[in-house]
C-alpha cells in the first residue's frame, strides 16, 4: 500500500525559511515521480514542483522558481520541499502525491496523496 507523510509545515515570517518532507512507503522513490501540491483556501489545489528520479528530471511552477527547492533521498525514501524567501501567498496547505509515470502538475492524475502540512507565511 502506497502511503505519504509530510512534515515541516508551520507559521513563518515574510522572507524567511521552511523544509517540507515527504516520506513514502510502499513504493521507492526512483520508481515513482513524486509531486508537491499546495492549496490556498477558496482556491484549486496547484502543482508545485515535481521530481523523477528515473529520468532525474524536476519541475517547478513559475512562482516558485528560484525560491523552492524540491529534493528527492531515494536511500530514505523521502522527498524534500526546501522553500526560501517565503510570501504571504504562499500561504497553504501543501501536500505530496506519486505517480508511476511522468510529473505532471495536475492533480486529478496523482492517486497517491498524503494528508496534507500546513504553510502559513505572515506578513
Known amino acids: 500500500e502506497v502511503q505519504l507523510v509530510e512534515s515541516g509545515g508551520g507559521l513563518v515570517r515574510t522572507g524567511g525559511s521552511l523544509t517540507l518532507s515527504c516520506a513514502a512507503s510502499g513504493f521507492t522513490t526512483d520508481d515513482y515521480v513524486v509531486a508537491w501540491f499546495r492549496q490556498a483556501p477558496g482556491k484549486e489545489r496547484e502543482g508545485v514542483a515535481c521530481v523523477d528520479s528515473s529520468q532525474n528530471k524536476v519541475y517547478y511552477q513559475d512562482d516558485v522558481k528560484g525560491r523552492f527547492t524540491i529534493g528527492s533521498d531515494n536511500a530514505r525514501n523521502t522527498v524534500t520541499l526546501q522553500m526560501n524567501s517565503l510570501e504571504p501567498e504562499d500561504t497553504a496547505v501543501y501536500y505530496c502525491?506519486?505517480?508511476?509515470?511522468?510529473?505532471?502538475?495536475?492533480?486529478?492524475?496523482?492517486?497517491?496523496w498524503g494528508q496534507g502540512t500546513q504553510v502559513t507565511v505572515s506578513s
Open positions: 502525491a506519486a505517480r508511476r509515470t511522468y510529473c505532471n502538475s495536475v492533480a486529478p492524475f496523482f492517486g497517491s
